[in-house]
């Protein structure tokens, strides 16, 4: 049962940014001014990376593929996001997503922390190494 808890916690995880990735990639230019509005310099290159880490980082999740690097790396995009973004504390909707966003990425932290699990490829290519070692 563990093992399918691990991958439908990553799938889960890498739907909300693979969705949100899709969002940016259909619409490069708003994403821009977005990303814009909220300070951060050169608006293109913030999103080549944000789409890069959400549709690329979420496969890597659901394949489990280094998986605890991806992971990290979406935790720290996930808090700069949510410092970026949702700063504005009067706002009872920027709060609650700031804290979302705190939320992944504690849920990320958890994956850097403990792994893919059984049904991944890090566990796959763990035990390929081990078998081959012991050979």
Same mark, same amino acid.
């Given at each position: 049962? =563990?093992? /399918?808890?691990?991958?439908? !916690?990553?799938?889960l ?6 969705l *949100?990735?899709? &969002? ?5 230019? &708003?994403?821009? =001014?977005?990303?814009? /509005? &909220? !300070? ?15 549709? !690329?980082? /979420? ?9 605890? *690097?991806? *992971? ?5 995009? /996930? ?15 920027? =709060? ?9 990425? !504690? ?7 403990? &792994?893919?699990?059984a ?6 290519? *763990? ?9």
């Amino acid at each position: 049962m =563990q093992q /399918s808890v691990d991958l439908i !916690g990553r799938i889960l995880i890498a739907v909300l940014f693979i969705l *949100a990735g899709i &969002g940016k990639i259909e619409n490069p230019s &708003g994403t821009m =001014q977005y990303i814009a /509005s &909220g !300070g951060l310099p050169l608006p293109m290159a913030a999103y080549i990376v944000a789409v890069l880490i959400e549709v !690329g980082g /979420s496969i890597l999740l659901v394949l489990g593929w280094q998986t605890r *690097a991806v *992971a990290a790396i979406m935790a720290l995009f /996930s808090v700069v996001t949510a410092l970026a973004f949702h700063n504005n504390f009067a706002d009872h909707g920027q =709060q609650i997503n700031f804290l979302k966003n705190l939320a992944i990425a !504690g849920g990320l932290l958890h994956l850097v922390a403990f &792994g893919a699990g059984a049904l991944s490829l890090d566990h796959r290519f *763990a035990q390929r190494g081990a078998s081959h070692a012991t050979a």
